[in-house]
């Protein structure tokens, strides 16, 4: 079962940022925080993970609460091709599979 | 150069008729995996193998086998398919098990059972 709660849906403006949340509230210090995103007909795609740090690539940046109970996925300046669902994952090092939730739906419109 | 491909890319066929998916990655990886996403676009684990021997079995009917001949190649037969099979077949592949987390994904093969 998936251990994160996501919103439903999202939207932002071409351009701006977007920054979504996901809730993690019983993750144990072994667990990584997994982002991926499902662009519409397409494999999934990883974008980041991180464990407590902050971290950042081409793609994104991940925000970790301190307490590690949430993060956020921000996407600074979303463009159309950013439409898509994102899924936030959390994954003991240990653990053999990825377990996709419902994610959160991001339309980005001009 | 596909990372990770996979055929058919659709499929679509009569209820109790036998079928096979077929994919390769050409990452090196040593883990390969199947993803099903039903019609209400929940992607769930059904198997995975590391460097072709199965680790992973999500207590799929046993209608589905999987095969790895090698682990570039982790193929999907389906016997007596059912309406209920209808869905996205996603391969994926990742360096290792313990990289599972790192999944590259095949652009998936969507399977329709009349």
């Known amino acids: 079962d998936a251990k994160t709660t996501q919103p439903t849906s999202m939207d932002c403006a071409e351009g701006r940022a977007a920054n979504l949340p996901c809730n993690h509230s019983?993750?144990?210090?072994?667990?990584?925080v997994y982002w991926y995103r499902q662009i519409h007909s397409q494999g999934p795609q990883y974008i980041i993970h991180?464990?407590?740090n902050n971290e950042t690539n081409e793609m994104a940046s991940l925000i970790i609460t301190e307490d590690r109970k949430s993060s956020t996925l921000i996407l600074p300046h979303a463009t159309l091709r950013d439409t898509a669902v994102y899924y936030c994952?959390?994954?003991?090092?240990?653990?053999?599979?990825?377990?996709f939730g419902t994610g959160t739906r991001l339309l980005v419109s001009p | 150069d596909t990372a990770v491909s996979q055929t058919p890319k659709y499929l679509v066929t009569q209820m109790g008729n036998d079928k096979s998916i077929k994919c390769e990655q050409n990452l090196g990886h040593d883990t390969m995996y199947w993803y099903k996403q039903d019609s209400k676009k929940f992607l769930k684990i059904m198997f995975s193998?590391?460097?072709?021997?199965?680790?992973i079995n999500e207590t799929v009917p046993n209608r589905f086998s999987p095969k790895s001949p090698d682990k570039a190649h982790l193929n999907l037969h389906i016997n007596s398919l059912e309406l209920g099979d209808s869905a996205v077949y996603f391969c994926?592949?990742?360096?290792?098990?313990?990289?599972?987390?790192?999944?590259?994904f095949g652009e998936g093969s969507r399977l329709t059972v009349l």
């Open positions: 193998y590391n460097n072709k021997e199965l680790i």
């Open positions: 019983t993750i144990s210090g072994n667990e990584y």
């Open positions: 991180g464990l407590k």
């Open positions: 994926a592949s990742s360096r290792s098990v313990e990289s599972a987390g790192e999944l590259f």
């Open positions: 994952i959390v994954r003991d090092t240990g653990f053999q599979k990825l377990v």
